[in-house]
């Protein structure tokens, strides 16, 4: 099964910005369909963005215009990059290929 693995969260105020970066545990590896989540304590995990079989990114309508995804020319690491961040996606993120094992997310914390 392949982990995928979150990386590059961090502390950030109030409408600021994070690239949040996920790939293989093992190496490379091609990563075409992917989820990116996220979870708070005591919630369910989420889905925030991904991409289609069809190689279409989607966004949750909370994240859309302020989230987008893109991938390296390799296509072994895809990236989240998040600007005008709000108190509300202070989360741990998580991405994930269908049917892949859940990985290490990274924190998100935004304060106001």
């Known amino acids: 099964q392949v982990q995928l693995v979150a990386s590059g969260g961090g502390l950030v105020q109030a409408g600021g910005s994070l690239r949040l970066s996920c790939a293989a545990s093992?190496?490379?590896?091609?990563?075409?369909?992917m989820g990116w989540y996220r979870q708070t304590p005591g919630k369910q995990r989420d889905s925030v963005a991904g991409?289609?079989?069809?190689?279409?990114?989607y966004y949750a309508d909370s994240v859309k215009g302020r989230f987008t995804i893109s991938k390296d020319s390799a296509k072994t690491t895809v990236y989240l990059q998040m600007n005008n961040l709000k108190p509300e996606d202070t989360a741990v993120y998580y991405c994930r290929v269908p049917l892949g094992k859940w990985g290490q997310g990274t924190q998100v914390t935004v304060s106001s």
């Open positions: 991409i289609t079989s069809g190689g279409n990114p």
């Open positions: 093992g190496g490379a590896f091609s990563i075409n369909v």
